[in-house]
């Protein structure tokens, strides 16, 4: 026997049953996208799809080096001489795509996408290597409305998802370029005055992403960057009456928020809003949806100035969250059970069964010659509400015979007449 092959470290496998490192079976995830997919469909949202390699430069140039994304997380490998990564997100490849084939010729545009992403992460509950995100981009739109409208979205689905209840909105105004210089001079000054007090990332990140250090996780930061100059301070009237904005269409939609003055996000390229879905329900992994505008990538991108906000939810952790404090319908159960008996019976019940499919019913085939006793076994384990079964008997008379399986009641009848009794006893 050969030795068995194991999926790759951080890398799950999605199965029909719950395995032993994940709660969600591939039911869920189906359960879930049929849930996203009409909700995208109701806010105006079309699918873009994307490949899940790129050139290294499209993240390089979009998400920036300083990043851990970038700098320390990127699957990057030489393709014949030319660097390609794994996609880690999913805003670059979208925007590359739309600047490609120049989708904002004559409109903007609101697009979605779903897929698996890459990460050299330290894989534990809720941070895998291989992950998932849903997200979308809403290009072209400069309003306070769009980016109220999509937080309102997110708030719609966390409700459909139930929820609602465990999951806090933190906002933030990251402001203009020339407002970010003005409060970095102010960060940097502030920074020195304290760099004995500093780790060594944020004493890193003080020359190259000042910003950043403010969103430091080690408990020794906190202090220095709680106090640390805010950049709501610097903020000029036109970011100002923007951040207002959002929060009066927020308000009135009865979204509740908390403003938070460190949420800056992990990615370079936002400006102005920025926001956070966070949940306490899920340890150290708290964060199920990112998002903010990114007014200037599309031009960095080589595309012409085109305002942008967009969001990405994290699947595996919402899903994580939705198994233990929300629900998912999922009717997994076949209507009916299909079982013959002798071989004679097998076309007569596979005939059955495709009728059966075409007047609407979902149908499991049993699909070996067994003993009864042991088909209805099964039959109960499937969940199915009916059992159809063809034998000997019913094959001489040409007619199905059908077992109620909740009640027990069991008719042999014609083709015909099984399929109005099967939706009698459905009614
Ligand atoms: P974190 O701070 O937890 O590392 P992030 O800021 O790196 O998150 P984003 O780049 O904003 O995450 O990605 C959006 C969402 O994707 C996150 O909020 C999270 O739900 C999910 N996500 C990010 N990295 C992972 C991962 N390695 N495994 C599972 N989900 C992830
Ligand atoms: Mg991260």
Redesign the pocket.
Known sequence: MGVKIQAVKGMNDILPVAGKDSVWTTADWLAFEEIAHKWLAQYGYKNIRTPMIEPTGLFVRSIGTDT??VGKEMYTFDDYGESLSLRP?GTASCLRAVVEHNLLYNSPQKLWYMGAMF?H?KPQK????Q?H?IGVEALGYAGADTDAEIIAMCFDLWQKLGIQNCVQLEINCLGNREERAAHRTALVEYLKRHENQLDEDSRRRMVTNPLRVLDSKNPAMQEIAENAPKLSDYLGSGSLKHYNALQNILNSLDIPFVENHRLV???DYYNSTVF?WTTDKLGA?G????GGRYDGLIEELGGKPTPSIGF???I???LLLVKSHGNLKIDNSPDIYAMYQGETAQPHLMRAVQNLRHAGFSVLTHGADQKLATQFKKADASGAKFALIVAENEVLSGSLTVKNLQTGEQVSLSPNEVINQLNQWSM
């Open positions: 851990d994304v997100e990460r992460e809720g941070r895998y290597r992950f995100q996000r992990g990615l956070e992994q964060t199920i949806c990112g990405a939810i994290g595996e952790r919402l």
